[in-house]
């Protein structure tokens, strides 16, 4: 597994500004959160997916490919730091 912290620079109300990102060796998302300006935090599984949030459904690629582009600042993340933000998130469906 790699765990990822992607931080969006935008303009946008209503789309997060930061992503924690569970990645499988596969290379497709297992589990995301998504943080938005106003605090809120969902989360998301292959269990629990709603319209704000969602699994990814190609693989990620590399980190490199994120960074190379400039609205988005991304780091490789421990565990434990994932874990942090997923314990704070809910569900988008609202469980």
Request: proline share 4%.
């Amino acid at each position: 597994m790699q765990y990822w912290k992607v931080r969006w620079t935008h303009d946008f109300d209503v789309e997060p500004v930061t992503l924690y990102n569970e990645i499988g060796d596969d290379g497709y998302e297992v589990r995301k959160v998504q943080e938005y300006r106003d605090g809120r935090l969902l989360r998301a599984d292959a269990s629990h997916e709603c319209g704000d949030i969602g699994l990814g459904e190609i693989p990620v690629g590399p980190i490199e490919d994120v960074r190379a582009q400039p609205e988005f600042s991304a780091e490789v993340i421990d565990r434990a730091t994932f874990e942090q933000a997923w314990g704070r998130a809910r569900y988008g469906d609202g469980h």
